[in-house]
């Protein structure tokens, strides 16, 4: 209960997320539980598809039909509390905010890690993102098996072993 372990529930991951059909696109999924004065995501958002509104203490809310995927908000995000998803065939790509060196390289196999900081499987990446703009926070996508969806949330860079 993430009262008591800061960790969110499966019910409380799985409804911020779309549907399976919208996840055919890659969309933004924000794990932002609690009610804190913050808007980046909003005001980075080219699409307008976050909404804090007046009162910058809301969480945010995200409009999936003007979500692409871009990332943008990703980067912006001071909590670390964005990351996109698409389901491809049997995978899922993501798209995942990272502060942490050494930056994984392309090609890499990584530790993919759930909320509890859990190695739960093997992930791909596929590219990295790192630049002046974003402020130290490399976007890093990477590629799971389909079935970690809803568990997959960052990685562990360091030499993979089965």
Not at 73 to 78: A, E, K, S, T
Not at 114 to 133: D, F, L, M, S, Y
Request: proline share 7%; hydrophobic share 35%.
């Amino acid at each position: 209960m993430i009262e008591q372990d800061g960790i969110a529930s499966e019910n409380m991951v799985k409804a911020e997320f779309p549907t399976q059909e919208e996840l055919e696109r890659p969309k933004a999924v924000i794990e932002c539980y609690k009610r804190i004065p913050c808007n980046p995501c909003e005001t980075s958002c080219p699409f307008d598809a976050i909404t804090v509104g007046e009162d910058i203490n809301d969480r945010p809310v995200i409009d999936f039909d003007k979500c692409t995927g871009c990332g943008i908000c990703v980067f912006n995000c001071p909590g670390l509390a964005i990351t996109v998803f698409q389901i491809n065939d049997d995978e899922v790509l993501m798209k995942i905010p990272y502060e942490f060196h050494p930056l994984p390289e392309e090609g890499d196999d990584v530790h993919v890690v759930n909320r509890a900081g859990e190695r739960i499987t093997k992930g791909r990446v596929h590219k990295v993102q790192a630049g002046r703009r974003q402020n130290k926070t490399a976007l890093i996508h990477l590629s799971v098996p389909a079935d970690y969806l809803y568990d997959a949330i960052t990685i562990e860079v360091i030499p993979f072993e089965e």
